[in-house]
């Protein structure tokens, strides 16, 4: 090959295509070349994103980054995806990376089925994702406490913290020594059966008693239940008096709920008003009879001459008072 002037322009040529081959690919710029919409996303922060970066829905990679830039005090990210991806126009977006020190990237998730496939350059619903920093700031603060509370219980700590308990056992030693022997002494006892305790722990006696009184128990609820059914049903047939009353069924019904009853009751207690008013006034003849002082002193002397009278019959004889009267009649 000659080392002419056309050769090495057809290799510097040749270096520079596939240098511009290499840098698009590094950068996405294949995307550039491909079919598909451009949609656009707006989030708090980018989280280290660059142009360039890949666009995935599921783990599958959907499209590239075009654009990140600032708008309305908001990062705004174009995104070019291909046509078959399908993302819906209730689908949300969200920044996320690979690992600690992995790629950013964008994810889509696959919103409703029934939603409409979104259009070119629309924007599309975002999600804030954790700051890596702001995660690692929070590690580094929980670090940074454990650390202080291993600190804190370092070995002059613990001396601290449990030296006054252990002073306290030091110093109370055979009176917790006594304690304990005198609580294995009554535990060794009720096991035994003796005392209270353990009698009621250990013999049959209360658990009979026990079973007894629950059997009486029942069987006297056996008993109480007829009369239950009697007091159920006596309140039953007096609710349904006290329905028929306030139905104005029957007399009491109607005595409650008979206005006429009501009418008449006091139409008939203003007359006797009336009527007790006139008596205690002297009104007619049976007020005379009660207020006037001479229907009294004659109606004595009616009773003396009568008694007096009886006194002359009772002298005459039976025949006397005959013939007297046949005379009388005769």
Do not use: C, W
């Given at each position: 090959?000659?080392?002419?002037?056309?050769?090495?322009?057809?290799?510097?040529?040749?270096?520079?295509?596939?240098?511009?081959?290499?840098?698009l690919?590094?950068?996405?710029?294949?995307?550039?070349?491909?079919?598909?919409?451009?949609i656009?996303?707006?989030?708090?922060?980018?989280?280290?994103?660059?142009?360039?970066?890949?666009?995935?829905?599921?783990?599958?990679e959907?499209?590239?980054?075009?654009?990140?830039?600032?708008?309305?005090?908001?990062?705004?990210?174009?995104?070019?995806?291909?046509?078959?991806?399908?993302?819906?126009?209730?689908?949300?977006?969200?920044?996320?990376?690979?690992?600690?020190?992995?790629?950013?990237?964008?994810?889509?998730?696959?919103?409703?089925?029934?939603?409409?496939?979104?259009?070119?350059?629309?924007?599309?619903?975002?999600?804030?994702?954790?700051?890596?920093?702001?995660?690692?700031?929070?590690?580094d603060?929980?670090?940074?406490?454990?650390?202080g509370?291993?600190?804190?219980?370092?070995?002059?700590?613990?001396?601290?913290?449990?030296?006054?308990?252990?002073?306290?056992?030091k110093?109370?030693?055979p009176?917790?020594?006594?304690?304990?022997?005198?609580?294995?002494?009554?535990?060794?006892?009720?096991?035994?059966?003796?005392?209270?305790?353990?009698?009621?722990?250990?013999?049959?006696?209360?658990?009979?008693?026990?079973?007894?009184?629950?059997?009486?128990?029942?069987?006297?609820?056996?008993?109480?239940?007829?009369?239950?059914?009697?007091?159920?049903?006596?309140?039953?047939?007096?609710?349904e008096?006290?329905?028929?009353?306030?139905?104005?069924?029957?007399?009491?019904?109607?005595?409650?709920?008979?206005?006429?009853?009501?009418?008449?009751t006091?139409?008939?207690?203003?007359?006797?008003?009336?009527?007790?008013?006139?008596?205690?006034k002297?009104?007619?003849?049976?007020?005379?009879?009660?207020?006037?002082?001479?229907?009294?002193?004659?109606?004595?002397?009616?009773?003396?001459?009568?008694?007096?009278?009886?006194?002359?019959?009772?002298?005459?004889?039976?025949?006397?008072?005959?013939?007297?009267?046949?005379q009388?009649?005769?």
């Amino acid at each position: 090959m000659k080392n002419t002037l056309e050769t090495r322009l057809g290799l510097f040529f040749a270096m520079a295509l596939l240098a511009a081959i290499i840098v698009l690919e590094m950068v996405g710029g294949r995307e550039l070349f491909r079919s598909g919409p451009t949609i656009r996303a707006r989030f708090n922060n980018a989280l280290e994103l660059r142009a360039g970066d890949p666009v995935k829905m599921a783990g599958v990679e959907i499209g590239r980054v075009t654009k990140v830039r600032l708008v309305d005090n908001k990062v705004e990210v174009a995104m070019k995806i291909t046509q078959e991806a399908g993302v819906r126009t209730d689908s949300k977006a969200t920044i996320r990376f690979v690992g600690l020190m992995g790629q950013n990237f964008v994810a889509i998730d696959f919103g409703s089925p029934k939603a409409p496939l979104i259009a070119p350059d629309a924007l599309l619903e975002s999600m804030e994702q954790a700051d890596l920093n702001s995660l690692m700031t929070k590690l580094d603060g929980v670090a940074s406490g454990v650390e202080g509370l291993t600190k804190n219980f370092s070995g002059e700590s613990f001396g601290n913290l449990f030296g006054p308990f252990t002073d306290f056992l030091k110093e109370n030693n055979p009176k917790l020594t006594a304690i304990l022997g005198n609580v294995q002494t009554i535990s060794g006892q009720i096991a035994q059966g003796k005392g209270t305790v353990g009698k009621l722990i250990n013999e049959d006696a209360l658990y009979n008693s026990a079973l007894n009184t629950v059997s009486n128990l029942d069987l006297a609820t056996s008993d109480i239940k007829p009369l239950i059914n009697q007091v159920k049903m006596t309140l039953n047939g007096a609710q349904e008096v006290l329905d028929d009353v306030k139905a104005g069924k029957g007399t009491i019904g109607k005595l409650v709920k008979d206005e006429t009853l009501y009418r008449e009751t006091t139409a008939a207690m203003t007359d006797l008003h009336s009527i007790l008013s006139k008596i205690d006034k002297g009104d007619g003849t049976v007020g005379k009879l009660i207020n006037d002082d001479g229907f009294l002193k004659d109606a004595k002397m009616t009773l003396q001459k009568v008694d007096k009278a009886t006194e002359g019959i009772e002298d005459q004889g039976a025949l006397s008072v005959f013939g007297i009267l046949v005379q009388q009649l005769f």
